[in-house]
């Protein structure tokens, strides 16, 4: 599903991700700020279409920020394989103490929240777990 939002220069392209972190320090003083502070936090975002409005009030994005629709880029994690069977799953991080394995941003990525029920939206292949867990890379979506 689109969305429409204001993003600072850097991001205003067709195809440009970016993770809608956290809230702006100065929302309560910005007069676009209900149009920029309109998303999910700790989700990633993809650019869509650059609409041709410009607001040059911002303080925080030093071009101004431009108007743009954006749609969420699909959760991805790793999961238990035993875990896979079904539609949906409850996602829990693995405990894991190697910060330089290649598969740490599947494992403890932006989004998912421990403990919660997602919808599977799509499996796939198995990830090499130096910690020795089966994993397997997933797509989630919202339930």
Not at 54 to 74: F, N
Not at 90 to 114: E, K, L, M, S, Y
Request: glycine letters at 8%; aromatic letters at 6%.
């Amino acid at each position: 599903m689109r969305r429409v939002t204001l993003v600072g220069e850097r991001w205003a392209r067709a195809g440009a991700t970016f993770l809608n972190e956290q809230p702006c320090e100065v929302a309560d003083a910005c007069p676009v700020a209900k149009a920029c502070q309109n998303l999910p936090w700790d989700r990633e975002f993809r650019v869509v279409n650059v609409r041709g409005v410009h607001h040059g009030v911002c303080v925080v994005h030093e071009q101004g920020a431009h108007v743009v629709e954006v749609e969420e880029v699909p959760l991805r994690a790793s999961l238990e394989v035993s875990k896979t069977r079904g539609t949906a799953a409850r996602w829990t991080p693995p405990v894991c103490h190697i910060r330089g394995c290649v598969n740490w941003d599947r494992c403890f990525p932006h989004g998912p929240q421990a403990g919660r029920e997602y919808t599977l939206a799509r499996v796939e292949g198995r990830l090499d777990c130096p910690m020795g867990y089966e994993l397997v890379g997933v797509e989630f979506r919202e339930r």
